[in-house]
């Protein structure tokens, strides 16, 4: 993934128009697939634009986990370590430095630093990546900033990306443009194997995994860290497992 030239990005094709609507219009609503490049090419992309100054671009993901992958991605992209140019804040970490322009943090801190500030001063942009998950914490978040920069700051540009969110209501209610990227098509096979009515869905869940070895890498995704563990203690002496949850530290992720 590190050896991903951003240019080859489906979202690059659209970063003329998406810079436009940034600064003519104030924001706008990205819509592009999984895949297209949205989280980590256009945070980086608009630290050339003219009306960033020297403001910071605040962008926000939903997961602490998204949050330190998006900025070590980014920061390794411009040959940097994290807390250089590119930093994350999340509640139980932070590496921001001086020289951070571009702040990956997770929702419940926008809500602080607006707490702390209302005018997001020394900001120039907020970003919401990944909008169509929708929380409570990112409906208020966007509330919030809307309000901002109705009262406080109308030279604080907004962009919303979402993936799969259907993004024409959304745009008409904050005003702003949408902007859609393409992007990658892979073929796509399905089985489904469900267990047993009266099974055990994580012993279901285990015997899948296994009967998966030697066929590549499989991706498993489970409702919580218990239900991970549990699957992982079951998978004890079988294929290699490695877990990612939040509650890990970041040198584990």
């Not at 322009?101 to 970003?127: F, I, K, M, N």
Request: aromatic share 4%.
């Amino acid at each position: 993934m590190s050896n991903t030239n951003p240019a080859s990005l489906p979202v690059e094709a659209v970063l003329p128009d998406l810079l436009r609507c940034l600064a003519e219009q104030g924001g706008a609503v990205l819509e592009a697939p999984p895949g297209a490049g949205k989280s980590t090419r256009v945070p980086l992309a608009l630290l050339a634009a003219p009306w960033r100054g020297d403001g910071r671009i605040l962008v926000l993901e939903p997961r602490r986990v998204a949050a330190r992958a998006v900025a070590t991605f980014m920061a390794r992209q411009l040959g940097e370590p994290v807390g250089a140019t590119v930093g994350y804040r999340t509640r139980l970490d932070s590496r921001i430095g001086a020289t951070t322009r571009v702040e990956v943090v997770t929702e419940g801190v926008l809500t602080r630093l607006l707490l702390d500030d209302p005018s997001l001063d020394g900001y120039a942009a907020v970003l919401f990546d990944e909008f169509h998950e929708r929380s409570l914490q990112a409906d208020l978040g966007l509330a919030l900033v809307q309000e901002v920069r109705g009262a406080l700051r109308e030279d604080l540009r907004l962009l919303v990306m979402s993936a799969t969110l259907a993004v024409g209501p959304l745009a008409e209610g904050l005003g702003l443009p949408v902007v859609r990227s393409e992007g990658r098509v892979f073929p796509v096979t399905v089985d489904h194997a469900p267990p047993a009515r009266d099974g055990d869905p994580l012993d279901h869940c285990a015997r899948q995994v296994a009967a998966l070895a030697g066929e590549g890498t499989t991706l498993v995704f489970l409702p919580g860290v218990r239900e991970i563990e549990r699957v992982r203690e079951r998978l004890a002496g079988g294929p290699p497992v490695s877990v990612l949850h939040g509650r890990l530290d970041g040198d584990a992720q």
